[in-house]
Nanobody, 123 residues
Framework: VQLQASGGGLAQPGGSLRLSCLAS????????LEWHRQAPGKQRELVAV???????NYADSVKGRFTISGDTAKKTAYLQMNSLNPEDSAVYYC??????????????????WGQGTLVTVSS
């Protein structure tokens, strides 16, 4: 199973970017899709989560500016980032707990991370 994140780039302060995350691979399901970020010298932090049924949660630092959307059944998630500021500069990762059956037909849960996409906010 792979998570592929894309959409990062350079934005000016006050600008916008939209990130995409697509999960693919062997048959599996997810109950939630997450966006995390890690700035240089800082710990990775959870930014936003979308759960089955469409429930969303956000870090306080991005509430009102970022919107997570997507579909756990389709294994896709998006992060619309508006009113960006330099403090939003980081590598953004999508992540999920992946549920599937192995070759012995045993249930397995695996933590999966995308490769990260760099967001730079600068004038």
């Amino acid at each position: 199973v792979q998570l592929q994140a894309s959409g990062g780039g350079l934005a000016q302060p006050g600008g916008s970017l939209r990130l995409s995350c697509l999960a693919s691979g062997r048959p599996f399901r997810v109950n939630a899709l997450e966006w995390h970020r890690q700035a240089p010298g800082k710990q990775r932090e959870l930014v936003a989560v979308i759960s089955s049924g469409g429930t969303t949660n956000y870090a306080d630092s991005v509430k009102g500016r970022f919107t997570i959307s997507g579909d756990t059944a389709k294994k896709t998630a998006y992060l619309q980032m508006n009113s960006l500021n330099p403090e939003d500069s980081a590598v953004y990762y999508c992540a999920a707990d992946i549920y599937y059956h192995n070759d012995a037909d045993e249930p397995v849960v695996q933590r999966a991370w995308g490769q990260g996409t760099l967001v730079t906010v600068s004038s």
